[in-house]
T-cell receptor
Framework: GQNIDQPTEMTATEGAIVQINCTYQ??????LFWYQQHAGEAPTFLSY??LDGLEEKGRFSSFLSRSKGYSYLLLKELQMKDSASYLCAVLDSNYQLIWGAGTKLIIKP | DADVTQTPRNRITKTGKRIMLECSQTKGHDRMYWYRQDPGLGLRLIYYSFDVKDINKGEISDGYSVSRQAQAKFSLSLESAIPNQTALYFCATSDLLGGRASETQYFGPGTRLLVL
């Protein structure tokens, strides 16, 4: 079956750095997405990786290793507004998005 | 104005009732999706449509039906609502570039449904 694993919850301090991991086992791979979802709101797109390596976008970076079935989202200079759930999703061989359950990130002052 | 809208935003209904959730988009995208989200389970795909004449079942289509009235409109119906269909429902769209979907999905604000 297809499976995406990410931690249920993480806590970090304002101004610090946090890394949210995602491992996947899917039938084929056509890219990996990270989305941010604030409580009660819609998910919004953060990043897309299809090749191995690090993609940097401001305070957020996303890394992919296809051979290891592994990705992480790195958030730097954490702000209170970064408190949200972070969803990992993989595009499989049929171009269907398979979603992880999300990681709830709690930022403390 | 929002690119993807959903109506209603909140709905309370009783077991056995038929209800319809509507989704409209102004992004000009061909692909539209309906998801439900339950705490701790992430997003699960109910139905998706690649264009007006193409509708496909997702992971959890039982108890649901859809209608793609136009490129911009995609409705989800619960034929006979039951309490375990209480969830947050999202509509999403994506575009098709050069014959291949980019698959960055854009979500509507969601509909909170409570079935009593």
């Amino acid at each position: 079956g297809q499976n995406i694993d990410q931690p249920t919850e993480m806590t970090a301090t304002e101004g610090a750095i946090v890394q949210i991991n995602c491992t996947y086992q899917t039938s084929g791979f056509n890219g990996l997405f990270w989305y941010q979802q604030h409580a009660g709101e819609a998910p919004t797109f953060l990043s897309y990786n299809v090749l191995d390596g690090l993609e940097e976008k401001g305070r957020f970076s996303s890394f992919l290793s296809r051979s290891k079935g592994y990705s992480y989202l790195l958030l730097k200079e954490l702000q209170m507004k970064d408190s949200a759930s972070y969803l990992c999703a993989v595009l499989d061989s049929n171009y269907q998005l398979i979603w992880g359950a999300g990681t709830k990130l709690i930022i403390k002052p | 104005d929002a690119d993807v809208t959903q109506t209603p935003r909140n709905r309370i209904t009783k077991t056995g009732k038929r209800i319809m959730l509507e989704c409209s988009q102004t992004k000009g995208h061909d692909r539209m999706y309906w998801y439900r989200q339950d705490p701790g389970l992430g997003l699960r795909l109910i139905y998706y449509s690649f264009d007006v004449k193409d509708i496909n079942k997702g992971e959890i289509s039982d108890g649901y039906s859809v209608s793609r009235q136009a490129q911009a409109k995609f409705s989800l119906s619960l034929e006979s609502a039951i309490p375990n269909q209480t969830a947050l429902y999202f509509c999403a769209t994506s575009d098709l570039l050069g014959g291949r979907a980019s698959e960055t999905q854009y979500f509507g604000p969601g509909t909170r449904l409570l079935v009593l």
